[in-house]
């Protein structure tokens, strides 16, 4: 119930993500492959996470997560 959306990025949109805001996958901030909310993403290590939180101020926050 409190855990934000998080939604695994296909290999097009990370690479237009990394590319739109020109850093690397070592630049991003991580996430442990074994991280409880991306368990059942089927996801490896290198894949980018998109993170959806509710916030008061701005509605939705979205935040990204390179997979560790």
Do not use: C
């Not at 739109?20 to 996958?25: E, F, G, T």
């Amino acid at each position: 119930l409190f855990v934000p959306k998080h939604i695994k990025l296909e290999e097009e949109e990370k690479q237009e993500f990394l590319a739109a805001h020109n850093i690397s996958k070592s630049q991003m901030p991580k996430i442990d492959r074994e991280d409880a909310a991306i368990i059942n993403l089927n996801i490896k290590k290198g894949d980018v996470i998109k993170i959806i939180r509710n916030s008061p101020t701005t509605g939705k926050s979205v935040f990204y997560r390179v997979v560790s």
